[in-house]
């Protein structure tokens, strides 16, 4: 009998329920408010069949471009050949959660706003671009007393009687 060419083939593990997470769905997943611009990590939920996308989007992290009644459209990068390719796919509410990637960034977004109106304040300007970390600073090793060191000429006879 053929390998199966499915659209859930080779998916057992992929799509199971996590350990102790099995059985219904809780609320709070349909209560979370998706705006287009958005980050969001496809992760498909394997008990909700409706909406799911296939498995190459599986831990994939896109950005919504649509909002319906039930789904979201996702805009995900893909890799055909030597181009990458955007695809814009509609998942399901279900399938999908707010993605952390751009999360250090807002941080610093904001931690740099801040910076340029104390510095407008000031009257000067600042560079908020980030810089690679330099090499550590030198420094002197403190010199220790030599010590000559000698070689121990080996004996055969004495090591044969069981040593020195």
Request: hydrophobic residues 30%; proline residues 5%; aromatic residues 8%.
């Amino acid at each position: 009998m053929p390998a199966g060419h499915g659209v859930r083939a080779r998916t057992r593990d992929l799509f199971a329920r996590p350990f102790r997470k099995k059985g219904y769905i809780p609320l709070s997943t349909y209560l979370r408010t998706f705006k287009v611009g958005d980050y969001v990590d496809v992760k498909v939920n394997g008990a909700i069949h409706k909406g799911m996308p296939h498995k190459f989007y599986h831990g994939r992290t896109g950005r919504i471009w649509n909002v319906t009644k039930r789904a979201v459209g996702v805009e995900v990068n893909k890799q055909i050949g030597n181009r990458i390719i955007r695809k814009r796919i509609h998942v399901r509410v279900e399938h999908v959660q707010q993605s952390r990637c751009a999360e250090e960034f807002k941080l610093r977004k904001k931690k740099n706003d801040e910076l340029k109106a104390a510095a407008k304040a000031r009257g000067e300007t600042i560079s908020t671009k980030r810089q690679p970390k330099g090499p550590k600073p030198g420094f002197m090793v403190e010199g220790m007393t030599l010590e000559t060191v000698t070689p121990i000429p080996y004996d055969v006879v004495n090591d044969l009687k069981g040593g020195y």
